[in-house]
């Protein structure tokens, strides 16, 4: 019978050999990691999830970098009913004085930067003088605010409850270490001046959710590693009966974590909301093959084999299994390196990394460990000798089930292939979903903030229309205040569209206000706008501007088109104007665009994927039967969980696809173990029926506790505060239940029949 995995189990053979040098070298591995992991940094950009080398992209970042405003606003939002009482107003206004003094800040935009119309050639005196009036003078003022063109709608709620003030940020603040420290000051401050007003404030914007994408990135790493390290061992101790077999099963995990989170950090990978959920998927891509080569050296053991021998027996016998097992998780791997996304591509390329350094500390530590930790063998033997209740009612509950399933494995496979193809019929109708505030910890302020100003300012989502100037126009040329006032009028008229800021604004006003709106004029008065606030709209060489609107946080299937309806709109503009380059972008926009193809492109790479894994298992066991034996218990599974985001509305989402696409090659742990075991104990001539229930009795209890461990492991992420995560550990911990039973279900009968129809000739 031709090797299995073409002898790569027999790197466990060398920790039997030269424990001690394996000792020394694994101990040197696991100090060069430690050292690694401390170079591990995150990455916090909400952006992070499209970042891709397409023109869309980059014309997103030369914005962002030509016109810093949005990445680095800080959104206060303020609400009460007596938002606009006098006392309140003043301790407003003290806030947004202490708020410019606080270092890492460049200016803020409140109710406080409207002012009355000019006099003359003075200076616009403030809308709120100081001190501000009593009685009916104050009364006059709130009417002025409340129909105030700059202020209402846009900084001012219609109902006069709710405001909005713009902090700008330092960008070398936002992109270092300072920013929470500012954040942090910022929220004290807004405590302090604030107090005893009985108003709510919130805090939102960029580098808000970033930093508390972060603490979520940081906090929920530690709570993985030590919420699924415990359940492992909790596992491993109820089901060994023994410290030194839960050590030997446990530590292989822990170690693999190690070094490829330290691998990870000596790469400079960046730590992000998919690689944090590379500790649990290492943790169990281990675990499952630990568990499996544990369970069998201790089985040889109990036989009467000496520890050697029977750590031996176990890489020889399980080992090959435990390689395709990491290979075909690699492989699901592999399909994620294909996507647009960088961030997606990283997170692929990750899991190989991680999934092979995963094999080596399998197959290296656990006859390492069992050499020197498993002492007088004989004697455990007979204290375990007929009091292992627990995996013997495991093993009468697996040959009960192998007993049904292989007395009519027609009937069987039919029900299992009626089941398959009802689900993927489900499976086919989901549609691709995106919605920024699943990328934010929805326990936070942020979101809540967001959905106040979705509610009462039209929505916190920027959106900018660039226009870039073509050669010989400037700044205040007719044509060119012709098309900002063009673009300008066509955003604020679009649907879903508010909170419209431009250059055309402060024209406007002038107009209204001054009376006259000459280019003169409007040059006068950019230059007395504060330059942070000039350089929000115009770039610094004056050849661009943008037009920035605000739109909900909506999906992005219904975002999308009311952005393609204002690039429509757009086009009389760029008729009108030749030579004038108007483009829409923003991160909102690019969501809009490129998150319902990434999603399908991820779908339509998991089916690829199906096949190829499936071809790669025939290929190893080299049996064409074998091949289509694994695609039903392969599938099953990812529909399965497919029908269950159908059956709650949540459509596919890039969690999701993520998810299924690395359930599907960690799902197919138990086929495999199954398939190797049931080659070995398939014999020519004799009814497959006992081979089945032989194989199944063998590993059965096994593969029920390592799914268990593999859905537990995995569960760890529903206590995250990222929606996104969340989803990720409930789905991956579904379809890992939905595997088991596809393996005990469907796969018996399919391979029974398959047995039956082949003459016991599937394998070479």
Known sequence: ???????????????????????????????????????????????????????????????????????YDVLLVIQGDKLLARDNLSKLRDLVTDLQLIDGTRGIISLFSARQPPEGDHLPAPLFPEPLPEGAAYEALLQKV???????????????????????????????????????????????????????????GVPVMQLEIRNAVERDRIVYNALGFLGGCLIAIL??????????????????????????????????????????????????????????????????????????????VVGPACVLTHATAGLSFVALTFSNSDLIRS??????????????????????????????????AKSVKGADMAVDALRRFCGWIAARMVSRPGLYSLCGLIVVVGLGFIYADLQ???????????????????????????????????IEFPKGQSLYSPET?????????????????GNVWSLETLRRWLAQKVGKSDVNTLRQYVSYLPKYLVERFVSKDQNAVVVEGRLPDIDSSKLLPIVDALDKNLGTVRAAHPGYEIAVTGLAVIAAHNSAG????????????????????????????????????????????????????????????????????????????????????????EDPAIAVERATILVGPALILTSIVLACGLAMTIFSQLPSLR???????????TALIADLFILRPTIMLLLRWSQNRLWS
Request: charged fraction near 15%; glycine fraction near 6%.
């Open 598 to 685: 990434m999603i399908e492109k991820l779908n339509r790479g998991l089916t690829i994927e199906i096949v190829f894994v499936a071809a790669f298992i025939g290929l190893c066991f080299r049996s064409f039967s074998v091949m289509l034996a694994s695609i039903m218990p392969a599938v099953f599974p990812v529909f399965t969980a497919g029908a269950a985001l159908w059956v709650l509305g949540q459509g596919l989402q890039f969690a999701s696809v993520v998810a299924l696409t690395v359930s599907f090659g960690l799902g197919l742990s138990a086929t495999i173990h199954f398939l190797n075991r049931l080659r070995l104990e398939d014999t020519p001539g």
């Open 727 to 737: 989803l990720f550990g409930w789905l991956s911990s579904f379809a890992m239940l």
């Open 146 to 204: 409340m129909s105030n063109e700059i202020l209402r709608g846009k900084l001012l709620s219609l109902d006069g409850k709710l405001t909005l003030a713009v902090l700008a940020l330092d960008p070398a603040v936002v992109n270092s270490g300072k920013l929470r420290d500012v954040v942090g000051e910022v929220r004290k401050t807004m405590d302090e001046d604030l107090a005893g007003s009985g108003l709510s404030a919130e805090l939102s």
């Open 347 to 380: 997170f692929g390329e990750a899991g190989i990394i991680a999934t092979l350094i995963a094999l080596v500390s399998v197959l290296t530590l656990i006859p390492l460990l069992g050499m020197f930790l498993i002492r007088k063998e004989a004697a455990f």
């Open 481 to 497: 205040l012709a098309a900002i006032a063009a673009v300008h009028s066509i955003v604020e008229k679009q649907a879903g569209f």
């Open 432 to 466: 691709p979903r995106y919605h920024l505030a699943d990328q934010v910890p929805d326990k936070e302020k942020a979101v809540q903030a967001n959905r106040a100003l979705d509610a009462k300012l039209t929505g916190a989502q920027p959106v900018d229309v660039l």
């Open 1 to 71: 019978m031709h090797p299995l995995a073409y002898g790569i189990e027999r790197i466990g053979l060398i920790s039997l050999r030269f424990p001690y040098l394996v000792a020394v070298v694994l101990a040197v591995a696991a100090i060069l990691a430690a050292f690694g992991i401390g170079r591990i940094k995150v990455d916090d950009s909400l952006s992070q999830l499209f970042r891709s080398n397409t023109p869309e992209f980059h014309q997103y970042e030369d914005v962002t970098a030509r016109f810093p405003s949005s990445e």
């Open 239 to 316: 089901f060994f009966r023994r410290i030194s077999f839960m050590i030997i099963a446990a530590a292989p995990p822990l170690l693999a974590i190690l070094l490829a989170l330290g691998m990870l950090g000596w790469l400079d990978f960046r730590l992000n909301m998919f690689l944090n959920v590379m500790t649990p998927l290492i943790m169990v891509i281990s675990f499952s093959d630990s568990m499996q080569l544990t369970y069998a050296a201790r089985d040889r053991i109990l036989a009467g084999q000496s520890k050697a021998d029977a750590l031996r027996m176990a890489i020889h």
